[in-house]
């Protein structure tokens, strides 16, 4: 509630000689009005005047909590909603383990033929029009939402709009002891009443709230972008092999690069050298081959020529000895003197 004594506003207490010291033989009824000082707690609350005098605004007991804390002004709100023109008695319900609440409303029999020809209705003569009208979910829509406007016109918060509406074809009166001499609604009476039916319209909101909060999930779901892990040193490998994309290109892609991996893996074997051509060696393919003597090739086939380097490489010749030299030299001497 948003009445506190700083603001000379709050329930009044009562004390004195004149008062008395509870109820006869109530002693629960007792406890709940009296306090341990014999104070009398009226229900009603006041507010101080200018002039000192004390003033009623409003009642303690139509005030109900909702579950995020709210307080709700029962009576107030069932003022403002009934100057709608489809209903003519209204009762406001809400609880402290609900965060909106609902409403109980007897419907105007003076425009329920002109509703039903809004609407294009088939009316049944055989049964009762205010029956069936109350049972109609577009009527209950069009009260809901003028309803509505009424509350957004008079700048009510939003916990104080009417989520669900039960209409009732008969009156609150004493005759079903839903109201007072005075047509004061009696609301232990009415909870007792339509207890099934408020159960009903919370699981209807229950049910409402489950299936726009799954909406809204999926929307964010589908607006979120898609982030990655950053890999660590050596993930990146493993998981090229694991990953398959699902396109034909891209699963031919990871192939190439599975086989690339491979060879820098594996170690390089030697490889023979090709046949005749006119393509130079590698470098690495020169360091690693032989000198073979070359064999006489008896086919009518020309040798390729040779180039410069592998030239120089094959056909270098050794310097004889001098003693070789000089043997060589006396050998030819003989044969000249022999010949003359």
Not at 180 to 200: A, G
Not at 201 to 226: C, N, S, T, V
């Amino acid at each position: 509630m948003d009445y506190n004594a700083s603001d000379d506003k709050g329930e009044i207490w009562i004390r004195g000689p004149c008062v008395s010291m509870g109820y006869y033989k109530d002693e629960e009824k007792t406890k709940e009005d009296f306090d341990e000082d014999n104070w009398f707690h009226s229900g009603d609350i006041g507010s101080w005047n200018d002039d000192g005098t004390l003033k009623i605004i409003d009642r303690k007991k139509n005030f109900f909590k909702l579950a995020q804390g709210e307080y709700v002004p029962a009576e107030v709100l069932e003022g403002l909603y009934n100057k709608n023109k489809y209903t003519t008695q209204l009762w406001i319900y809400g609880d402290s383990h609900e965060r909106s609440i609902v409403a109980v409303g007897v419907l105007n029999p003076i425009i329920a033929e002109n509703l039903a020809k809004e609407l294009d209705l088939e009316i049944n003569e055989d049964e009762d029009l205010i029956r069936e009208l109350c049972e109609n979910q577009e009527v209950k829509k069009i009260i809901l939402d003028e309803m509505l406007q009424i509350a957004k016109n008079n700048k009510r918060s939003p916990f104080e709009f009417v989520k669900r509406i039960h209409l009732h074809y008969e009156e609150f009166n004493t005759d079903n002891d839903l109201a007072t001499p005075t047509m004061k609604l009696k609301r232990p009476q009415l909870f007792k009443y339509f207890q099934e039916v408020i159960q009903d319209m919370y699981e209807d909101i229950h049910e409402e709230e489950h299936r726009l909060a799954k909406e809204e999930a999926l929307q964010k779901k589908k607006k979120r972008p898609q982030t990655t892990r950053p890999q660590k040193n050596g993930e990146e490998e493993d998981n090229k092999k694991k990953k398959r994309p699902s396109s034909a290109r891209g699963k031919k892609k990871n192939d190439e690069e599975d086989e690339e991996s491979n060879k820098d893996k594996a170690t390089k074997k030697k490889t023979k050298p090709k046949d005749n051509s006119n393509e130079e060696l590698s470098n690495e393919d020169k360091a690693t081959k032989k000198k073979t003597k070359p064999k006489e090739d008896n086919s009518n086939e020309e040798k390729p020529e040779e180039t410069n380097e592998t030239a120089k490489k094959t056909k270098k010749k050794a310097k004889p000895s001098p003693d070789e030299e000089r043997k060589s030299n006396e050998e030819g001497s003989k044969e000249l003197s022999e010949e003359n």
